[in-house]
């Protein structure tokens, strides 16, 4: 087997099992690849062999990783969930964690994925609601988490009014994605209209 290149701007690959570093970073490199092609040609129009090319490295690699497409679209809404959701420090106020989901949900990435999913969604239903439970519904599972008991019902609220209009025009491509500022400042607003500020 042709030993795989590596990369762009990544380290030559040794040989032998990889560690545990490696690997994960291998599936990241897989899933960046894979997240571009997606958003380029659509979900239909994919495949490993091509995902393998753009990430430069063999089918086996991705099979080691993920069984199919699906996974593959999936992996990359967790990762983007899981990274969004990684506040540092212990001391995480309501407020970091809606700015966090702001600025992530409404990131290049996020949307092109929610875009690829809207459009996807009839040829593919089982993976739409793998998406809702996989994406909305956990973030809505951690607002409801950091909220007081008594307002956990407005869990769903507050997380519609996160996304909102500004993210509807970030799918229509009339807006850029937020600076930092403009995250904080709408989740800031968001939490005020809703008295959980």
């Known amino acids: 087997m042709p030993a795989e290149t590596p990369p762009a701007g990544n380290p030559a690959r040794k040989r032998g099992r990889p560690t545990e570093a490696e690997r994960?970073?291998?599936?990241?490199?897989?899933?960046?690849?894979?997240?571009r092609l997606l958003l380029a040609d659509g979900f239909g129009g994919v495949t490993?062999?091509?995902?393998?090319?753009?990430?430069?490295?063999t089918k086996r690699t991705i099979y080691a990783?993920?069984?199919?497409?699906?996974?593959?679209?999936?992996?990359?809404?967790e990762r983007l969930r899981e990274r969004t959701l990684?506040?540092?420090?212990?001391?995480?106020?309501?407020?970091?964690?809606?700015?966090?989901?702001?600025?992530?949900?409404?990131?290049d990435e996020a949307v092109g994925l929610h875009?690829?999913?809207i459009?996807?969604?009839?040829?593919?239903?089982?993976?739409s609601a793998a998406f809702y439970a996989d994406g909305p519904e956990?973030?809505?599972?951690?607002l409801r988490e950091r909220l007081d008991p008594a307002s956990a019902s407005a869990a769903e609220a507050l997380f519609t009014l996160l996304l909102g209009e500004p993210?509807?025009?970030?799918?229509?491509?009339?807006?850029?994605?937020?600076?930092?500022?403009?995250?904080?400042?709408?989740?800031?607003?968001?939490?005020?209209?809703l008295g959980l500020d």
Request: proline content about 4%; glycine content about 4%; hydrophobic content about 50%.
């Open 138 to 142: 956990r973030y809505i599972a951690a």
């Open 115 to 117: 875009r690829l999913m």
């Open 167 to 193: 993210h509807r025009r970030r799918l229509l491509g009339l807006a850029p994605a937020p600076t930092d500022a403009q995250a904080s400042a709408h989740a800031a607003t968001t939490l005020r209209l």
């Open 65 to 77: 990783h993920f069984a199919t497409r699906t996974e593959v679209f999936l992996a990359a809404v």
């Open 86 to 107: 990684a506040l540092p420090g212990d001391h995480v106020t309501l407020l970091d964690l809606a700015t966090a989901i702001v600025t992530g949900l409404h990131s």
């Open 24 to 35: 994960v970073q291998r599936r990241d490199d897989i899933l960046d690849a894979a997240v």
């Open 119 to 127: 459009s996807s969604a009839r040829d593919f239903p089982e993976l």
């Open 48 to 57: 490993f062999d091509d995902i393998g090319a753009e990430a430069r490295v």
